[in-house]
């Protein structure tokens, strides 16, 4: 999948449980696909959501 369509995909589910807002940070692995839904997430999500690459935890 590309991180664009996971990128929506995310938005997706953290808007429909009310959770768009509460991200504190996020731990995945260092694909590709990873960084660019982190830099895209932001663009989907309201203005006041704390989301992005500097949220990123690398899992080892």
Known sequence: HTGEYLAEKVAECLKDYGLATT???MA????SNNNTLLRELPHL?????????HYQIHCF
């Open 23 to 25: 991200i504190l940070s």
């Open 28 to 31: 995945m692995d260092n694909a």
């Open 45 to 53: 999500l309201p203005s006041d959501a704390n989301v992005g690459t």
